[in-house]
């Protein structure tokens, strides 16, 4: 699945700022994340690149984007050539540490330096920089799933395989909640409701809405 930028702000909770602030190179400091399916318009994110998003923006509520790349850059130095999902990244409010199991490396104080870290699951909601709730990656709604799997990891009804926006385009167009089953015999009212109000989350990602911060 290729995300485009508003798709990806939504899963991840950064805006649209963000993601272009971060694909661009800063001083002596690397990109804090490039797409990994499109660099160039159109730009197009993958289903790792979402989750590295998502580290990023639970890493920003904490931590300025200097130490964020700085953590970055020394983790590439260290030999970590990895996609940036691949890695548990979490902040002590005085650095940002490397976690690997039991084990915990700082990245930006003390480079190197082994230390004792609080695990953060950031695959579940929290709340971003902006005080925006970012909702779950794998279940942003409760009939609402996100699943590599899946349609490679586009949002769809729970248990089926229909694109959220189809259901939302219906009721858009003026169908009625309880009539969506007619359309989709697999979707209920409460699996369509959570389609619309999934659909106006994302719409406001595309630079609309008022879910714009800084980056």
Request: charged letters at 20%; glycine letters at 6%; proline letters at 6%.
């Amino acid at each position: 699945m290729a995300y485009a930028p508003y798709m990806a702000a939504a899963l991840s909770g950064a805006t649209l700022r963000q993601l272009s602030h971060w694909r661009r190179s800063a001083g002596s400091s690397g990109a804090v994340l490039k797409p990994e399916v499109s660099e160039s318009r159109p730009v197009l994110y993958s289903f790792r690149d979402v989750i590295a998003l998502r580290t990023c923006v639970f890493l920003r509520k904490d931590a300025s984007l200097q130490k964020i790349r700085r953590a970055i850059t020394n983790l590439r130095g260290f030999g970590e050539v990895d996609h940036l999902s691949r890695y548990t990244l979490v902040s002590d409010h005085d650095s940002i540490v490397l976690v690997e199991g039991d084990s915990a490396v700082d990245l930006v104080k003390q480079p190197g330096q082994q230390v004792i870290a609080e695990m953060s699951e950031v695959l579940r909601p929290f709340m971003n920089k902006n005080n925006v709730e970012v909702p779950a990656l794998f279940m942003p709604r409760s009939h609402i799933t996100v699943s590599p799997e899946v349609r490679a990891g586009h949002p769809v009804i729970a248990g089926t395989r229909v694109p959220y926006e189809k259901v939302a385009g219906l009721l858009r167009d003026g169908v009625p909640s309880e009539a969506i089953h007619d359309y989709y015999p697999a979707v209920d009212q409460e699996a369509a409701t959570d389609a619309f109000d999934f659909a106006q989350y994302v719409d406001s990602w595309r630079g609309r809405g008022p879910y714009q911060g800084t980056a």
